[in-house]
């Protein structure tokens, strides 16, 4: 199974490819479209969106696994973050592969025994996994949902 990751946001967002066979997992790409606020809105929401689809296209992934929107303290980041998932999801849509969703808190426990894990810790589990050092912590995150999906895909509820 083949699963394309992603930690969705505006500003930034990552991605990873996780391929596991016979319970091996192994890295195949990863890394981030950045986009900056003088950018318009639309063109930072097409380049996540043509960034997907070329992913999609290129390596055809069985399934896209993304990080469920975390709310927090500030609505805009959220209503951010829910505009890149909407991108993505149209991606996924436009390339015919399913999408599944994972909470944060469940991505970590998944990757790192703890819910509550940092980034950093995320970044050495996933290292520790993957046998890949990422210096991005949303090509680490992305990469992260990936491992969660390809290891406990029961666990996605699927985006609907």
Not at 23 to 43: N, V
Not at 62 to 79: P, Q, T, W
Not at 131 to 137: F, I, L, M, T
Request: proline fraction near 4%; hydrophobic fraction near 45%.
């Amino acid at each position: 199974m083949k699963v394309l990751g992603i930690d969705p946001g505006t500003a930034a967002c990552g991605y990873g490819i996780v391929h596991e066979s016979e319970g091996r997992l192994r890295g195949i790409a990863y890394g981030c479209w950045s986009t900056t606020p003088r950018q318009r809105p639309e063109l930072r929401l097409k380049t996540i969106f043509d960034g997907v689809a070329a992913l999609i296209a290129e390596h055809a992934p069985d399934v896209v696994a993304l990080e469920e929107s975390y709310v927090g303290a500030d609505a805009r980041i959220a209503l951010s973050v829910g505009q890149a998932r909407g991108a993505v999801l149209v991606a996924c849509a436009a390339g015919g592969v399913e999408a599944a969703e994972y909470a944060p808190a469940l991505v970590k426990q998944a990757v790192c025994g703890y819910g509550r894990a940092d980034k950093t810790q995320v970044a050495r589990m996933v290292k520790l996994v993957l046998g890949v050092e990422v210096r991005n912590n949303h090509a680490s995150d992305a990469l992260a949902v990936a491992i969660c999906h390809a290891t406990a895909p029961r666990l996605a509820e699927v985006v609907q």
